[in-house]
């Protein structure tokens, strides 16, 4: 199935709207300390006791609990800020949620279904473990080490895959490897002006359809579509 066009249907308040689905990807490697060891000991733990990751699953850890223990948070927003800022992005991290992320490799998916109305805006916090950021639609693959920062449609398809690989692939998140990535992960909002301008963005190309529809979700060609967990190639839905 051709990935064009892509069409994302969000809700804005209580309307659905369309939009375009961005290919674009800002990245860049920021200067940020290493949160503690013994903040990472902390996280090692809940992933094994009590999120129990496995290959390919992104979940959440408790935010407020690791602020208390970690003194540089404030110098890792304060660099993605200053960051932000530089791309034409004034204010919208501070307004944004932001929650704590882990993941063991990710499975190709897009989050437009659950976050059409976002860009996500991510920084790793884990040492280089051999992994990428995979773009497949526009061919980019970013080295994850500490500091790589992203910004990127929620609509499109992305894994974290082996460096040295094509697609996603279990083995290659075997038990007892290290390659669990932790991340702070912002919402920006898609419908700023700032970050639709800087995403090149276009909204309500598909009125008719949005208007039809009862929740949000990607179309491909007009049609349902998933993504392939292991290619990350779009296909039709059932």
Same mark, same amino acid.
């Given at each position: ?158 894994? %974290? ?56 979700? %990607? ?20």
């Amino acid at each position: 199935m051709s990935r064009d066009p892509l069409v994302s249907y969000f809700w804005s308040g209580d309307t659905l709207r369309s939009r375009s689905v961005s290919d674009v990807v800002l990245s860049g490697t920021l200067d940020v300390p290493a949160p503690p060891a013994r903040l990472f000991a902390d996280w090692e733990r809940d992933i094994s006791s009590r999120l129990f990751l496995e290959p390919g699953d992104v979940e959440p850890l408790p935010l407020a609990r690791a602020r208390a223990r970690w003194p540089d948070y404030r110098h890792c927003v304060q660099a993605v800020s200053d960051w932000t800022r530089t791309l034409g992005l004034p204010e919208v991290l501070a307004a944004s949620d932001v929650a704590l992320m882990a993941c063991r490799g990710a499975r190709y998916h897009h989050d437009g279904a659950q976050y059409g109305g976002a860009a996500f805006c991510n920084l790793f916090l884990s040492e280089d473990k051999g992994l990428d950021l995979h773009f497949p639609s526009a061919g980019l693959r970013i080295p994850l080490v500490r500091g790589t920062a992203v910004i990127f449609d929620t609509g499109q398809p992305h894994a %974290v895959i082996r460096r040295r690989c094509s697609g996603f692939d279990v083995a290659d998140f075997a038990p007892g490897q290290d390659c669990t990535q932790l991340f702070l992960t912002w919402e920006l909002p898609i419908e700023d002006a700032h970050v639709a301008r800087a995403l090149r963005v276009d909204f309500d190309i598909d009125p008719s359809a949005a208007s039809q529809l009862d929740e949000e979700q %990607v179309l491909v060609n007009g049609e349902r579509a998933v993504v392939c967990p292991d290619s990350g190639r779009w296909r039709r839905a059932g």
